[in-house]
């Protein structure tokens, strides 16, 4: 399913400034950012972007602030017009269409959520959750009905006669998401959708992402700026800095294989216990041999600190992990397991310890 | 070395000369197109007349249930409602009934002309900085010019009677909703407006569901700003001719009459604060959706 790519971007390059199409040219050539502040008074935003982003997917951009992450959404529905560079989706290359196709393509294909919600504060909930099908010229009934809908999936049936002001802020945001959804588009553009809220209402809220995802199987591409985030949502994350990618990759691809001390320096605080996969600590075994007999069968996939509860629950410290069909394809150790859920440097000296 | 001691002036003659040949200009402008320019503002009179005749005819008691009952539904304030009635009953004792609601209509109408007018010459305003470039410097003489000034060329133009007087008043009473109307646009949130963008909104949704909505309660200020200003011009207007308030007042000046002078004034104010407590909270009740439930 991951193999159908839903939005493509091909070298995208965004330039601030009033001639920022001449100024393309000078970055392809290798002007650095700061040598076109300098020399031009031009912003580099983006250089050179290129993901393919799988269908049905949650695909997370990460990076701090100025890294260019919010601008590289804005592409995707053309908030913001590029320098350089193309977007397709469906074939169609979003930065090529007429004002009445964009205008189009914004209210049946592509839909948003905002970091500080950009609701309408002086509609109620239900008029701002139909807001999208009101745009798109559907009966009054229509909007009604389709608002409810998404009013009672996302948790809110009851509130939606109150203002936009009179409800929390995770509220507010389940407004934006049911407003996003309700336009029934097939790609969901999150800008730090959750990065306002409290710790705790985030978490909420990627729990309650994460449930209508395995249901609806849409297009999400997240912004976030924080990593623990970006694992826990995506299942691919490209990493932006200063307007670059800097890496892409899975969740796991990440954590284990930094591509540079940038993203080591990141990576070396999260809970590993979360993000890595029992198949890649593994000890493989052979095919057709069997594995020990005490040893627990673990769902390939499963990450390391599920497999430690389970094993713990069962007392014992072996495991084996098997594939779909339930055949055996290596063991574990709770050693292991453990050796892998720390930190690079604490698992350097455990092993040294060993010796 | 004349220059260092007196400032290098036209020589008075030429001065008298470009006066002259600048006014014979305009009068021979006016005489040519004044009849034509009085003809395009004929519908305007007659609409004035017949509504300024409408308050006058109707007995005076409907007029004044009507009056209340706009400020109540308005306001739903019984301070602000009692006090309107109040204020209207004292100005029937005091005999200026039939001024107050001439002063009434033509304050009604050029509010109204003032919002048809300005409102949209604000959302141009707010979509373009080089219109607005152009228009606030036009603004500002139309704020700073002493009345008195313009209505030189109107009178000239016009004659004098209550369409000259009424185009000094929304001259005058114009440049606060133009200018509300458009910084209230401009003050719209940008990420609420980004929201309207990614949905698909047309220019036309945008500007009737998302900013006209959230810009309200500046616009707001702004129609309440015209009323005061317009009210400020109704002594001006009755220079040339406007009847109402402002000519007891200009007779009172003239012949130092203290009394009369002081009550008409003070029906000025009357209904300046009628107009102004009335919109306010009206305008306050359009945002009530403000108010957090949480805080």
Same mark, same amino acid.
């Given at each position: 399913?991951?193999?159908?790519?839903?939005?493509?971007?091909?070298?995208?390059?965004?330039?601030?400034?009033?001639?920022?199409?001449?100024?393309? @040219?000078?970055?392809?050539?290798?002007?650095?950012?700061?040598?076109? +502040?300098?020399?031009?008074?031009?912003?580099?935003?983006?250089?050179?972007?290129?993901?393919?982003?799988?269908?049905?997917?949650?695909?997370?951009?990460?990076? +701090?602030?100025?890294?260019?992450?919010?601008?590289?959404?804005?592409?995707?529905?053309?908030?913001?017009?590029?320098?350089?560079?193309?977007?397709?989706?469906?074939?169609?290359?979003?930065?090529?269409?007429?004002?009445?196709?964009?205008?189009?393509?914004?209210?049946?294909?592509?839909?948003?959520?905002?970091?500080?919600?950009?609701?309408?504060?002086?509609?109620?909930?239900?008029?701002?959750?139909?807001?999208?099908?009101?745009?798109?010229?559907?009966?009054?009934?229509?909007?009604?009905?389709?608002?409810?809908?998404?009013?009672?999936? #996302?948790?809110?049936?009851?509130?939606?006669?109150?203002?936009?002001? *009179?409800?929390?802020?995770?509220?507010?945001?389940?407004?934006?998401?049911?407003?996003?959804?309700?336009?029934?588009?097939?790609?969901?553009?999150?800008?730090?959708?959750?990065?306002?809220? @409290?710790?705790?209402?985030?978490? @909420?809220?990627?729990?309650?992402?994460?449930?209508? *995802?395995?249901?609806?199987?849409?297009?999400?591409?997240?912004?976030?700026? @924080?990593?623990?985030?970006?694992?826990?949502?995506?299942?691919?994350?490209?990493?932006?800095?200063?307007?670059?990618?800097? *890496? *892409?990759?899975?969740?796991?691809?990440?954590?284990?294989?930094?591509?540079?001390?940038?993203?080591?320096?990141?990576?070396?605080?999260?809970?590993?216990?979360?993000?890595?996969?029992?198949?890649?600590?593994?000890?493989?075994?052979?095919?057709?041999?069997?594995?020990?007999?005490?040893? #627990?069968?673990?769902?390939?996939?499963?990450?390391?600190?599920?497999?430690?509860?389970?094993?713990?629950?069962?007392?014992?410290?072996?495991?084996? #992990?098997?594939?779909?069909?339930?055949?055996?394809?290596?063991?574990?150790?709770?050693?292991?397991?453990?050796?892998?859920?720390?930190?690079?440097?604490?698992?350097?000296?455990?092993?040294a310890s060993e010796l | 070395m004349d220059w260092l001691t007196e400032f290098p002036q036209l020589a008075g003659r030429d001065l008298r000369l470009m006066s002259r040949t600048i006014d014979q200009y305009y009068r021979s402008f006016s005489r040519a197109y004044g009849d034509t320019i009085e003809a395009i503002f004929r519908p305007l009179l007659e609409f004035l007349l017949w509504f300024e005749r409408l308050l006058i005819h109707t007995p005076w008691w409907i007029i004044l249930?009507?009056?209340?009952?706009?400020?109540?539904?308005?306001?739903?304030?019984?301070?602000?409602?009692?006090?309107?009635?109040?204020?209207?009953?004292?100005?029937?004792?005091f005999g200026m009934w039939e001024d107050t609601m001439r002063t009434l209509s033509i304050i009604v109408v050029c509010t109204l002309m003032s919002i048809i007018i300005g409102m949209p010459i604000g959302i141009i305003m707010s979509r373009s900085n080089k219109v607005q470039a152009v228009i606030n410097p036009i603004l500002d003489v139309m704020q700073t010019m002493p009345s008195f000034v313009y209505l030189i060329p109107i009178v000239m133009l016009l004659g004098i009677g209550?369409?000259?007087?009424?185009?000094?008043?929304?001259?005058?009473?114009?440049?606060?909703?133009?200018?509300?109307?458009?910084?209230?646009?401009?003050?719209?949130?940008?990420?609420?407006?980004?929201?309207?963008?990614? %949905?698909?909104?047309?220019?036309?949704?945008?500007?009737?569901?998302?900013?006209?909505?959230?810009?309200?309660?500046?616009?707001?200020?702004?129609?309440?700003?015209?009323?005061?200003?317009?009210?400020?011009?109704?002594?001006?207007?009755?220079?040339?001719?406007?009847?109402?308030?402002?000519?007891?007042?200009?007779?009172?000046?003239?012949?130092?009459? %203290?009394?009369?002078?002081?009550?008409?004034?003070?029906?000025?104010?009357?209904?300046?604060?009628? %107009?102004?407590?009335?919109?306010?909270?009206?305008?306050?009740?359009?945002?009530?959706?403000?108010?957090?439930?949480?805080?």
């Open positions: 399913m991951a193999d159908e790519i839903a939005i493509k971007i091909r070298n995208l390059y965004k330039i601030f400034g009033p001639e920022d199409k001449a100024m393309v @040219d000078l970055v392809r050539q290798g002007m650095s950012k700061s040598e076109l +502040l300098a020399e031009h008074s031009h912003v580099l935003g983006l250089k050179d972007i290129n993901i393919d982003i799988p269908a049905s997917g949650i695909q997370v951009v990460m990076g +701090l602030s100025g890294s260019g992450k919010s601008t590289l959404i804005r592409h995707i529905n053309r908030l913001i017009e590029p320098s350089a560079g193309e977007i397709l989706i469906d074939d169609e290359d979003v930065l090529a269409m007429t004002d009445t196709r964009l205008r189009d393509f914004r209210r049946h294909k592509i839909s948003m959520v905002f970091q500080r919600f950009g609701l309408l504060p002086h509609k109620t909930v239900i008029d701002n959750v139909a807001y999208g099908l009101e745009v798109m010229g559907k009966s009054r009934k229509e909007q009604r009905d389709g608002a409810m809908r998404w009013i009672e999936r #996302v948790g809110l049936k009851g509130y939606e006669d109150n203002y936009p002001a *009179q409800l929390s802020g995770g509220m507010q945001q389940r407004v934006g998401l049911a407003r996003a959804l309700a336009t029934d588009a097939d790609i969901l553009l999150m800008d730090e959708a959750f990065s306002a809220l @409290d710790p705790l209402i985030r978490t @909420d809220m990627q729990s309650v992402l994460l449930d209508l *995802q395995t249901e609806l199987h849409k297009t999400i591409v997240f912004i976030t700026h @924080d990593l623990d985030e970006a694992l826990r949502l995506g299942e691919q994350i490209a990493i932006l800095r200063a307007g670059e990618i800097v *890496q *892409q990759g899975t969740a796991q691809d990440i954590v284990l294989r930094p591509a540079d001390d940038y993203i080591s320096s990141f990576v070396r605080e999260v809970n590993r216990g979360r993000v890595i996969q029992v198949e890649t600590v593994m000890e493989p075994i052979a095919p057709g041999e069997a594995p020990a007999p005490e040893s #627990v069968p673990i769902q390939r996939g499963t990450i390391l600190e599920e497999a430690a509860r389970r094993m713990t629950g069962d007392g014992v410290t072996k495991a084996h #992990v098997v594939n779909g069909t339930g055949m055996p394809m290596g063991t574990l150790t709770m050693r292991g397991l453990m050796a892998a859920m720390v930190t690079p440097i604490l698992k350097d000296a455990l092993d | 249930l009507v009056i209340v009952g706009i400020v109540w539904l308005a306001s739903r304030s019984k301070a602000i409602t009692v006090g309107t009635f109040v204020a209207l009953i004292l100005i029937g004792v209550l369409i000259p007087g009424l185009l000094v008043v929304v001259i005058y009473a114009m440049p606060p909703i133009i200018r509300l109307t458009n910084l209230g646009i401009r003050l719209v949130d940008k990420e609420v407006l980004e929201a309207a963008n990614a %949905f698909g909104s047309s220019g036309w949704q945008k500007l009737t569901q998302v900013q006209l909505p959230l810009a309200l309660p500046t616009i707001m200020a702004g129609i309440n700003q015209t009323i005061m200003m317009a009210l400020a011009m109704v002594v001006v207007a009755s220079l040339i001719g406007v009847r109402g308030l402002g000519q007891p007042v200009l007779q009172a000046i003239t012949n130092q009459y %203290f009394t009369q002078g002081v009550l008409n004034g003070l029906a000025i104010v009357a209904i300046a604060i009628i %107009f102004d407590r009335s919109s306010q909270a009206y305008g306050k009740r359009l945002q009530r959706h403000r108010e957090a439930a949480h805080g």
